[in-house]
Nanobody, 124 residues
Framework: EVQLVESGGGSVQAGGSLRLSCTASGFTFDDSYIGWYRQAPGNECDLVSS??????TYADSVKGRVTISKDNAKNAVYLQMNNVKPDDTGVYYC???????????????????WGQGTQVTLSS
């Protein structure tokens, strides 16, 4: 059974840090494209960051503040978020596919695997 399980979400103050984790099982993890999507309130769900074979991509809105990393031995992908901003609020989904990920969730939904999501909220 294929599973992607996210964890690490929660409430964080603006300027704070958070690390999201995604643990995978049931498919060939090492060669897969793994990414983090964000569904922010009122916005379209889109790709925040992805990683494959050491090559990473980042949305312009998170460049310099977010780092994606992958541990093949643990079948895990991490998203380190620093200097968190209000626009970072949303539900973060981990996704995996054997081919490069589409930018928008709607274009990626039918391809590959998805987790259930983890909520990131900024506290006042």
């Amino acid at each position: 059974e294929v599973q992607l399980v996210e964890s690490g979400g929660g409430s964080v103050q603006a300027g704070g840090s958070l690390r999201l984790s995604c643990t995978a099982s049931g498919f060939t993890f090492d060669d897969s494209y793994i990414g983090w999507y964000r569904q922010a309130p009122g916005n379209e769900c889109d790709l925040v960051s992805s990683i494959n074979d050491g090559f990473t991509t980042y949305a312009d809105s998170v460049k310099g503040r977010v780092t994606i990393s992958k541990d093949n031995a643990k079948n895990a992908v991490y998203l380190q978020m620093n200097n968190v901003k209000p626009d970072d609020t949303g539900v973060y989904y981990c996704a995996a596919a054997p081919t490069p990920l589409h930018h928008y969730c709607n274009h990626q939904r039918d391809f590959g695997y998805w987790g259930q999501g983890t909520q990131v909220t900024l506290s006042s």
